[in-house]
């Protein structure tokens, strides 16, 4: 007897459609998710706003005289006014010795000299120029080697104001047990009074802020600035600070 064969099934296959209910239970869901995200979206712009105003806030309005002597002095380079500020600080006895920090390779002693012509015999006898540092965090490395080759246990900060705080976190991180005085120099850039109807200053303050978090960030990660992977990525693949022709100065 011949058996039949069945054939297979030909033509389109149906699916089993979803109820209406799982349509509606799946839509809900969607929303809630997309609302979920919209809410974390702008509680993190209102966080990072709030964060950004008590950043500005933070920053020095306006240059005070340090409130104690220490035993020495370091400014990082970036403005004119920054060195000038710190060799006046020097030349009033605030401090015994001063670190210019970030020094550019073809800038020579004489060319610095010549710009605080009446402070050339602190030049000769009691400023360092480092050449090394290539950034903040070189700046914070260079400034400890030399304070521990000097035996110094406190120091007056000479920066911009808006650098002044990641300036600071990073020194904290170099220094965790120096006395740290900051001298915040405030130029027309730099200056946050009126920041919203400035676009300039609104640029540099933001830049500044984000530079900010990445710091505290990194430094919840890394100790040792010497050793920081981030700060060598920071600095397109070298040190965080660079040997130079031209060598240490004293």
């Not at 011949?2 to 509606?24: D, F, H, M, N």
């Not at 006014?81 to 020579?108: C, F, K, P, W």
């Not at 900010?212 to 981030?230: C, F, H, N, T």
């Amino acid at each position: 007897m011949v058996q039949a064969i069945e054939a297979a099934p030909i033509g389109w296959a149906w699916l089993e459609v979803p109820s209406a209910e799982a349509r509606s239970r799946h839509a809900v869901s969607m929303r809630l998710l997309a609302k979920s995200l919209i809410l974390l979206a702008v509680a993190a712009v209102a966080l990072l706003g709030a964060g950004f105003l008590g950043f500005v806030a933070g920053i020095e309005r306006q240059e005070r005289a340090p409130g104690a002597r220490t035993d020495a002095i370091v400014a990082l380079t970036g403005g004119a006014e920054r060195i000038g500020n710190a060799i006046d600080l020097l030349a009033q006895g605030y401090a015994r010795r001063l670190l210019i920090s970030g020094v550019n390779e073809r800038t020579s002693r004489a060319e610095i000299a010549r710009l605080n012509p009446g402070q050339r015999v602190l030049f000769d006898c009691c400023v360092d120029l480092d050449y090394r540092a290539r950034n903040t965090i070189g700046n914070a490395i260079e400034t400890r080697r030399w304070l521990h080759e000097h035996g110094f246990r406190s120091v007056i900060v000479v920066t911009s104001n808006y650098h002044m705080p990641r300036t600071m976190l990073e020194l904290d991180n170099a220094l965790p047990g120096l006395v740290k005085v900051p001298y915040a120099v405030i130029s027309d850039t730099g200056d946050p009074t009126g920041w919203w109807r400035n676009p300039a200053v609104a640029r540099l303050l933001a830049s500044e802020y984000v530079k900010y978090l990445a710091v505290r960030l990194r430094l919840l990660v890394e100790s040792d600035p010497e050793r920081s992977i981030a700060a060598t990525m920071f600095s397109r693949g070298g040190p965080p600070v660079r040997v130079v022709a031209a060598p240490l100065e004293r």
